[in-house]
T-cell receptor
Framework: DAGVIQSPRHEVTEMGQEVTLRCKPISGHDYLFWYRQTMMRGLELLIYFNNNVPIDDSGMPEDRFSAKMPNASFSTLKIQPSEPRDSAVYFC?????????????FGPGTRLTVL | ELKVEQNPLFLSMQEGKNYTIYCNYSTTSDRLYWYRQDPGKSLESLFVLLSNGAVKQEGRLMASLDTKARLSTLHITAAVHDLSATYFCAVDMEAQGGSEKLVFGKGTKLTVNP
């Protein structure tokens, strides 16, 4: 398997623009997670899905952030409008079961810079 | 709210030396995970500890879990330069609606010097 795939790998945009991050989980994994990593706040869970249904979105910072999972092989995280404080690395992760013995498999991340 | 604290946050050590990284957490949990992250890279799963007293070893790294003390350790034996990375522990906690999620520590940045 190719692992978790994320695109784009790098994104530079200007404040106020819409940003869409994409993720393809490992085939057969029922859980998909979106994380954000910054120096100041470390690694934070934003939202996760089980069988395409959002389960916990308490980590989504504000209404500017939204996430969807239209099918088992694709998820998006959208920021509209973007702000400089959204600059971070965004990771997508998937797992076959919740807290499986193999835990979560992380994608390569998207490095977002908002100018 | 669950807090996961790692110490030290920065560790510089010489090759061949031994050291331990500590992960303390604030509420009851039976599951703890260790990850490694190389600079500019993603997180790689190292160990999964699923019960009190669990011990896992891989090469020069050994992880253990004491759920009663709410403490996990990552012990490094005879460090080599290739172990230089940031190490994260993560603990599962109950979240809203009865769901669960992982809470990560801030990470320990390890530098192994020749």
């Amino acid at each position: 398997d190719a692992g978790v795939i994320q695109s784009p790998r790098h994104e530079v945009t200007e404040m106020g623009q819409e940003v869409t991050l994409r993720c393809k989980p490992i085939s057969g994994h029922d859980y998909l997670f979106w994380y954000r990593q910054t120096m100041m706040r470390g690694l934070e869970l934003l939202i996760y899905f089980n069988n395409n249904v959002p389960i916990d979105d308490s980590g989504m910072p504000e209404d500017r952030f939204s996430a969807k999972m239209p099918n088992a092989s694709f998820s998006t995280l959208k920021i509209q409008p973007s702000e400089p404080r959204d600059s971070a690395v965004y990771f997508c992760a998937s797992s076959p079961r919740m807290f499986d013995t193999d835990t979560q498999y992380f994608g390569p991340g998207t490095r977002l810079t908002v100018l | 709210e669950l807090k996961v604290e790692q110490n030290p946050l920065f560790l510089s050590m010489q090759e061949g030396k031994n050291y331990t990284i500590y992960c303390n957490y604030s509420t009851t949990s039976d599951r703890l995970y260790w990850y490694r992250q190389d600079p500019g890279k993603s997180l790689e799963s190292l160990f999964v500890l699923l019960s009190n007293g669990a011990v896992k070893q891989e090469g020069r790294l050994m992880a253990s879990l004491d759920t009663k003390a709410r403490l996990s350790t990552l012990h490094i034996t005879a460090a080599v330069h290739d172990l230089s990375a940031t190490y994260f522990c993560a603990v599962d906690m109950e979240a809203q609606g009865g769901s669960e999620k992982l809470v990560f520590g801030k990470g320990t940045k390890l530098t192994v010097n020749p």
